[in-house]
């Protein structure tokens, strides 16, 4: 039987991600969770999702939509310049899909349409981008969008005073739905780590691959984890979103 390995935020570091694939040994009985943002970074952008749509076809994978990776789709659509997404590494993915053709960016576009908000696995288990604000779980979100751009779940996580109980009132609700929670989006060097952190249920596997750190994979039973190389001494002559 395979194993379940969760990947962090890879934003355009293919190198990373094969060496990461090496490292943890992966094969087909794997099941590949991806947490998304597979681009905006480093210059394999492109090369990520074409790397990733061939991987789908050996291994069973879930790819998560990240915040990224929905800028990134809306300008594929729509051509038109966001400011904000061209200074946070969209600049560095729209030079890459200039070396791919309109044939394989249709493939992309597929690609894109079909990433999911949020995957909840047979033990209840949740896997999502970034977070989410109903107090009844992703699936009641007025905004799906939270799936992908909430930061206070991970800081409610954060900031939880471990001396309160489950069962006190003060609790916080969201903490209670499921017996793991497993997010990017927020990387945990912000707070000095660089492997992957657990704050109350909330396993943050973003260890900063966009920045300084690595790009990191977890086995979601054993939690045994592998880390690539820090990413940007993959790419010497690029500044990724640093």
């Known amino acids: 039987m395979g194993r379940t390995l969760v990947f962090g935020d890879i934003h355009g570091g293919l190198k990373a991600l094969q060496q990461l694939i090496n490292r943890a040994k992966i094969d087909i009985e794997d099941t590949l969770i991806f947490l998304g943002d597979y681009v905006d970074g480093w210059n394999d952008s492109a090369n990520v999702i074409s790397f990733l749509i061939r991987l789908n076809t050996t291994n069973r994978c879930v790819f998560l939509k990240g915040n990224h990776d929905q800028l990134c789709y ?8 966001n400011p904000k997404w061209l200074a946070h590494g969209g600049l560095s993915t729209i030079a890459a899909y ?24 047979d033990q209840n288990r949740l896997f999502l981008h970034a977070g989410f604000t109903n107090l009844k779980g992703p699936a009641y979100e007025y905004f799906p ?3 992908y751009w909430d930061r206070t ?14 069962t006190d ?29 657990k704050a109350t249920c909330v396993w943050n596997l973003d260890t ?20 690539s190389d820090p990413v940007y001494t993959l790419y010497p002559n690029e500044n990724g979103r640093n």
């Open 74 to 81: 809306d300008w594929l659509i729509t051509k038109k310049d």
């Open 98 to 121: 200039k070396t791919i053709s309109l044939k394989e960016i249709d493939t992309h576009l597929e690609f894109y349409q079909c990433l999911k908000d949020y995957y909840i696995d």
């Open 145 to 147: 969008k939270m799936c």
């Open 153 to 166: 779940l991970w800081e409610t996580a954060l900031a939880l005073d471990p001396s309160i109980q489950k």
């Open 169 to 197: 009132i003060l609790y916080p609700k969201r903490l209670l739905l499921f017996p793991e929670v497993y997010i990017g989006h927020t990387p945990v060097t912000r707070i000095g780590k660089t492997t992957p952190v």
């Open 208 to 227: 900063g691959a966009a920045f300084k750190g690595s790009l990191t994979c977890m086995d979601i039973n054993s939690k045994e984890f592998w880390q």
